[in-house]
């Protein structure tokens, strides 16, 4: 009976025990269903934090558009960022995508047959990678796109943060109310973490697809005060040209190879180093959230102590000359023993008419050879003396002359705040070339100069003509320069004349006036609001347009030698609110628009564009870009079709913003041309917020297509 009873129990037991099994085998059996995107569908529509889409053949589509490398603006294409890293291709697929903290800038390139362009920065960033489920990571069946009107959708990037708080009246109408509640439910804006330099390393946060608002863990190791060793420079393995002209050209072009390191993202890494991609992320901050902390790894080994010399003095310097400046030092075997003293002592001759100091130029130096690295950076010296000093003592790195390569470590590494950066200050570079580059300098360069760095060449013994047949990329310093027009390219016929163009060169550098690069899309426009304050639009609505023209405001650099914001209301009369030189700080300006009051009338906006004319854009700077925002509810009763065509005589850029009741026709003959890039309808106010991002990047694609003649 006792044996019974146990050989009855142990049955039930495995009988249990392998039920257990099968149902586990069934449940890892599950298979995750995957939902299918659209190619338009950008990132900051979809409101998931982390998702796996797929992707329908055909996304490579110029009409696509791609913001970054490597990590990507919210409002690029998902399935062409995905081709753009080689993730899928144009037959489709699967993609792994991850949100991320926004960024201080955006770098383009060419991979993949895709072209992806830069931008300055944005509030929100994706990561691209294989279309493999994170282990403990479960992945929506169904995704949660922002056009829905459910409070999840609008706390999405696009939609107005409330800071210009007081703004509702108490009589506001329901809909006023409406953008009141799209206010409650904004997201907290993200904390903001320095971009790690060389050598520097930081905890990172693994993205999760959580809404959870919680503070990220980083350590930041404190830079060691041991001073640094001098630097050596050790012998070739091979016998090295000692001329000029015995310059090897046995090498082919060479392209730098970047690796970009993201924790969440490894395997996308890996293949983007196997592209070698140009993967530049300039600035001096990026913003963190419990999704994101950017590691970025420059791939370039520097022998620059970070921390700067103790001074012997400290000097105010020329303050009519308050610029950053790194000099490209060319350290290739090419340039010979000799020259290359000619070369420190030029170097020397400029840092004294200069006139270094801490209100006015700082200056640093970059050698480069086979591979770039910082001989010392801005902070280190603060006097014409130290540093003259401290170029002599610079000894030769050779071998090639790659100039591409030494622009994108510039570019990624040496201005940085931890580098003495000075914001401020306008960003120079001077190349100085033995003869012409090893390597392409063209996309490098291009980088560079959407980042806002000036680009100056100084080459020294141009190639002959039986040897042009030997230079990587003919035209290079046209190419690469800021402006084609002559001014920040010299030729030197000898190293030994080399001094003649000290006194030109520093003028060159000092007139910040025509440093045409140090202007972005962000902080180079006189921007005028032209505001509809008809008896249509109504109190609350008339808030929701103010908190659209703060938001757009907002995201440029404002001072009064930047961005400028100027305002004018109108109904069938107009009024000046406040004009380009009026306020100089972002929250006078941010103040100013929530002081506006309602006015209620009539509706006369051609009349309103003449006066913004006459009142606003007549008075505009001459390097500014004038650019007028008008928003409308209807239509008018005088025509703007004439207004509106000798505005864009004058340079205006106009963008048309419609609600409601207002006239397509009227919209497309206010806006400059192509007009579906400049002209936008909303079907309500509360959904003006839609429109933010879109406006900026029009603003900004448009700024960096300008000639360069």
């Given at each position: 009976?006792?044996?019974?009873?146990i050989a009855?129990?142990?049955?039930?037991f495995?009988?249990c025990?392998?039920t257990?099994?099968?149902?586990?085998?069934?449940?890892k059996?599950?298979?995750?269903?995957?939902?299918?995107?659209d190619?338009?569908?950008?990132?900051?529509k979809?409101?998931?934090?982390?998702?796996?889409?797929?992707c329908p053949?055909?996304?490579?589509?110029?009409?696509?558009?791609?913001?970054g490398?490597?990590?990507y603006?919210?409002?690029?294409s998902?399935?062409?960022?995905?081709?753009?890293?080689g993730?899928?291709?144009?037959s489709g697929g699967k993609?792994l995508?991850?949100?991320?903290a926004?960024?201080?800038?955006y770098?383009?390139?060419?991979?993949?047959?895709?072209?992806?362009?830069?931008?300055?920065?944005?509030?929100?960033?994706?990561?691209?990678?294989?279309g493999k489920?994170?282990?403990g990571?479960?992945?929506?069946s169904?995704?949660?796109?922002?056009?829905s009107?459910s409070?999840?959708?609008?706390?999405?990037?696009?939609?107005?943060?409330?800071d210009?708080?007081?703004?509702?009246s108490?009589?506001?109408?329901?809909t006023s109310?409406?953008a009141?509640?799209?206010?409650d439910?904004?997201?907290?804006e993200?904390?903001?973490?320095p971009?790690?330099?060389?050598?520097?390393e930081?905890a990172?946060?693994?993205?999760t697809?959580t809404?959870t608002?919680?503070?990220?863990s980083?350590?930041?190791?404190?830079?060691?005060?041991t001073?640094?060793?001098p630097?050596?420079?050790?012998a070739?393995?091979k016998?090295?040209?000692?001329l000029?002209?015995?310059?090897?050209m046995?090498?082919s072009?060479?392209h730098?190879a970047y690796?970009?390191?993201?924790?969440a993202?490894?395997?996308?890494?890996?293949?983007?180093?196997?592209?070698?991609q140009?993967?530049a992320?300039?600035g001096?901050?990026t913003?963190a959230s419990?999704?994101?902390?950017?590691?970025h790894?420059?791939?370039?080994s520097?022998k620059?102590e970070l921390?700067?010399?103790?001074l012997?003095?400290?000097?105010?310097?020329?303050q009519?000359?308050?610029?950053d400046?790194?000099?490209?030092?060319?350290?290739s075997?090419s340039?010979g023993?000799?020259?290359?003293?000619?070369?420190?002592?030029?170097?020397?001759?400029?840092a004294?008419a200069?006139?270094i100091?801490s209100?006015?130029?700082l200056?640093?130096?970059v050698?480069?050879g086979d591979d770039?690295s910082t001989?010392?950076?801005?902070?280190?010296?603060?006097?014409?003396?130290?540093?003259?000093n401290?170029?002599?003592?610079?000894?030769?790195?050779?071998?090639?002359s790659n100039v591409?390569?030494?622009?994108?470590?510039v570019?990624?590494n040496?201005?940085?705040?931890?580098?003495?950066?000075?914001?401020?200050a306008?960003?120079?570079?001077?190349v100085?070339?033995?003869g012409?580059p090893?390597?392409?300098?063209e996309e490098?360069?291009r980088l560079?100069?959407?980042s806002g760095?000036?680009?100056?060449f100084?080459?020294v013994?141009?190639?002959?003509q039986?040897e042009?047949?030997n230079?990587?990329?003919?035209?290079?310093?046209?190419k690469?320069?800021?402006?084609?027009?002559?001014?920040?390219?010299i030729n030197?016929p000898?190293?030994f004349?080399?001094h003649?163009v000290v006194?030109?060169?520093?003028k060159?550098v000092?007139?910040?006036?025509?440093?045409a690069?140090?202007?972005?899309?962000?902080?180079?426009?006189?921007?005028?609001?032209v505001?509809d304050?008809?008896?249509?639009?109504g109190?609350?609505?008339?808030r929701t347009?103010?908190?659209?023209?703060?938001n757009?405001?907002?995201?440029?650099?404002i001072s009064?030698?930047?961005?400028?914001?100027?305002?004018v209301?109108?109904?069938?009369?107009?009024?000046?609110e406040?004009s380009?030189d009026?306020?100089s700080?972002k929250?006078d300006?941010?103040n100013?628009?929530k002081?506006i009051?309602?006015?209620?009338?009539?509706?006369s906006t051609?009349?309103?564009?003449?006066?913004?004319s006459?009142?606003l854009f007549s008075?505009?700077?001459?390097?500014?870009?004038k650019?007028?925002?008008?928003?409308t509810?209807?239509?008018?009763y005088?025509d703007?079709?004439?207004?509106?065509?000798?505005?864009?005589q004058?340079g205006?850029?106009?963008?048309?913003?419609?609600?409601a009741w207002?006239a397509?026709?009227?919209?497309?003959a206010i806006?400059?041309?192509?007009?579906?890039?400049h002209?936008?309808?909303?079907d309500?106010f509360?959904n003006?917020?839609?429109?933010?991002?879109?406006l900026?990047?029009?603003?900004c694609?448009?700024?960096?297509?300008q000639p360069?003649n």
């Amino acid at each position: 009976m006792r044996a019974t009873v146990i050989a009855t129990f142990f049955g039930v037991f495995l009988t249990c025990t392998y039920t257990a099994k099968e149902a586990t085998k069934k449940t890892k059996k599950a298979k995750l269903y995957v939902p299918q995107i659209d190619c338009d569908v950008k990132a900051g529509k979809i409101i998931n934090p982390e998702f796996i889409a797929k992707c329908p053949p055909g996304c490579q589509d110029i009409k696509h558009r791609v913001y970054g490398t490597d990590i990507y603006a919210s409002f690029s294409s998902v399935c062409n960022a995905a081709i753009h890293s080689g993730i899928i291709d144009n037959s489709g697929g699967k993609v792994l995508v991850q949100k991320v903290a926004g960024h201080s800038g955006y770098r383009g390139s060419f991979s993949n047959g895709v072209r992806s362009l830069s931008l300055p920065r944005w509030r929100e960033s994706f990561l691209v990678s294989e279309g493999k489920p994170r282990k403990g990571v479960t992945y929506p069946s169904t995704l949660e796109y922002s056009s829905s009107k459910s409070t999840a959708v609008k706390s999405e990037p696009k939609k107005p943060e409330q800071d210009l708080k007081g703004m509702k009246s108490a009589d506001t109408s329901n809909t006023s109310e409406k953008a009141s509640d799209q206010g409650d439910t904004a997201r907290k804006e993200r904390q903001t973490t320095p971009v790690p330099t060389p050598g520097t390393e930081m905890a990172t946060t693994t993205p999760t697809p959580t809404t959870t608002t919680t503070e990220p863990s980083t350590t930041v190791p404190q830079p060691t005060t041991t001073p640094a060793a001098p630097r050596t420079t050790a012998a070739p393995a091979k016998a090295r040209p000692g001329l000029h002209r015995g310059r090897d050209m046995g090498s082919s072009s060479v392209h730098p190879a970047y690796a970009s390191v993201v924790a969440a993202a490894a395997r996308q890494v890996q293949a983007a180093q196997g592209r070698g991609q140009n993967t530049a992320f300039r600035g001096t901050s990026t913003s963190a959230s419990n999704r994101n902390i950017l590691l970025h790894n420059t791939g370039f080994s520097s022998k620059e102590e970070l921390n700067p010399k103790p001074l012997e003095s400290i000097s105010q310097g020329n303050q009519n000359c308050k610029v950053d400046l790194s000099f490209l030092m060319d350290g290739s075997w090419s340039i010979g023993k000799r020259r290359f003293q000619l070369q420190k002592r030029f170097l020397g001759n400029v840092a004294q008419a200069l006139g270094i100091g801490s209100a006015g130029p700082l200056m640093g130096i970059v050698q480069y050879g086979d591979d770039p690295s910082t001989e010392f950076n801005l902070k280190t010296y603060a006097n014409s003396k130290d540093l003259r000093n401290a170029i002599e003592k610079i000894q030769q790195k050779g071998g090639l002359s790659n100039v591409g390569k030494a622009l994108s470590f510039v570019n990624k590494n040496f201005f940085l705040d931890a580098n003495g950066n000075r914001g401020g200050a306008p960003n120079v570079v001077v190349v100085m070339v033995d003869g012409w580059p090893t390597d392409r300098v063209e996309e490098a360069s291009r980088l560079a100069r959407e980042s806002g760095i000036n680009i100056f060449f100084v080459t020294v013994e141009a190639a002959a003509q039986s040897e042009k047949q030997n230079v990587v990329e003919p035209n290079f310093v046209d190419k690469a320069v800021c402006r084609t027009s002559g001014f920040y390219s010299i030729n030197v016929p000898s190293w030994f004349s080399l001094h003649k163009v000290v006194q030109p060169l520093v003028k060159r550098v000092c007139d910040t006036e025509r440093l045409a690069c140090s202007k972005t899309c962000l902080n180079a426009a006189d921007i005028g609001f032209v505001i509809d304050g008809s008896s249509s639009v109504g109190t609350g609505n008339f808030r929701t347009v103010l908190q659209f023209v703060a938001n757009i405001s907002k995201e440029f650099e404002i001072s009064d030698t930047d961005t400028r914001i100027g305002a004018v209301q109108y109904t069938y009369e107009q009024r000046l609110e406040f004009s380009f030189d009026k306020y100089s700080t972002k929250q006078d300006v941010l103040n100013a628009i929530k002081r506006i009051s309602y006015w209620s009338g009539g509706t006369s906006t051609g009349a309103a564009i003449s006066y913004a004319s006459e009142q606003l854009f007549s008075k505009s700077k001459p390097n500014k870009r004038k650019i007028m925002i008008l928003i409308t509810d209807g239509r008018s009763y005088d025509d703007v079709s004439v207004p509106a065509m000798a505005a864009h005589q004058n340079g205006v850029i106009a963008y048309s913003i419609g609600v409601a009741w207002a006239a397509p026709d009227e919209l497309e003959a206010i806006a400059s041309d192509p007009a579906k890039e400049h002209s936008f309808f909303v079907d309500d106010f509360d959904n003006l917020y839609r429109y933010v991002n879109q406006l900026i990047q029009n603003i900004c694609t448009e700024f960096n297509s300008q000639p360069r003649n």
